[in-house]
């Protein structure tokens, strides 16, 4: 089966983030959550969009780094750049060809907080899916300020593919 299936997947969770930031004012991208301390719909979006990026543009010849990332950029505070933002990884993530993706990489991963870090092999469709992984689990977090904000999201946000899949096999 062709990885491009893992980025039709990708590009569908990049689009469920447009929808929902174009459901919150400019306010409510920037406020700080009671819910989750510290927290603001910008600063997941553009957590969320970090993590994308470098799985889809970093070359294959250097380490994928998730943990160092840019912070306190426009993307945190401004709806349209973090729109421009998805619109251009999702143009990207549609040119990438079958063989780039199985192509082998590096993935540099921190763990623990000194700062020591550990190389892994993996492929770019792999992390692309990690990235998806991971941004459904930040939908999650977007969804619990939502409804802190007073706004509902739509069905399936948020929610795993296995959870959907398992609730579907149980309603039958």
Known sequence: MSCKRVCGAAD???GQCKEYIDRV???QYVY???VVPGGTIGKHIRHTLDHFRCAITTCCAEAIDYDHRRRGVEVESCRNAAKDEIESLRTILSE???DKLQEEMTARVMICSDGETCDLTT???REIFFAMHHAIHHNAILMAIGLELGFECPPG???APSTINFEHSEAS
């Open 12 to 14: 569908a969770v990049l």
């Open 25 to 27: 004012e400019d306010d």
């Open 32 to 34: 700080q959550s009671k």
């Open 96 to 98: 990438l060809e079958e």
């Open 123 to 125: 492929t770019r469709a």
């Open 157 to 159: 946000f948020g929610t």
